[in-house]
Nanobody
Framework: VQLQASGGGLVQAGGSLRVSCAAS????????LGWFRQAPGKEREFVAR????????YYANSAKGRFTISRDNAKNTVSLQMYALKPEDTAVYYC???????????????WGQGTQVTVSS
């Protein structure tokens, strides 16, 4: 199983960025998907998740109203569109897959390699 994240980069505060993850080696449409992030010196934290059929979307408080998670089962991709970015959003963003929404939220079965997002003030 491979989860290949892309789309990270440097953006100014208030800007937007979209990170995506392409999956292979699994029956993509049967997995819930999620995004996590890890800032320097901090633990990895949950950001957002989406169910196998695009339902059961849930966001961490820090992401509500600013981030949008989506998936395309035809293309085996999951994306996180981020708006109104803040310096505290700076982190490595990881995509993840799990057999259920509970699994992907708490202890995913598979992790991507991460993509760096840096928000300058």
């Amino acid at each position: 199983v491979q989860l290949q994240a892309s789309g990270g980069g440097l953006v100014q505060a208030g800007g937007s960025l979209r990170v995506s993850c392409a999956a292979s080696g699994l029956t993509f449409s049967k997995y819930a998907l999620g995004w996590f992030r890890q800032a320097p010196g901090k633990e990895r934290e949950f950001v957002a998740r989406i169910g196998w059929n695009g339902a059961s979307i849930y966001y961490a408080n820090s992401a509500k109203g600013r981030f949008t998670i989506s998936r395309d089962n035809a293309k085996n991709t999951v994306s996180l569109q981020m708006y109104a970015l803040k310096p505290e959003d700076t982190a490595v963003y990881y995509c993840a897959a799990g057999t259920t929404i509970q699994v992907v939220t708490t202890s995913p079965d598979y992790w991507g390699q991460g993509t760096q997002v840096t928000v300058s003030s």
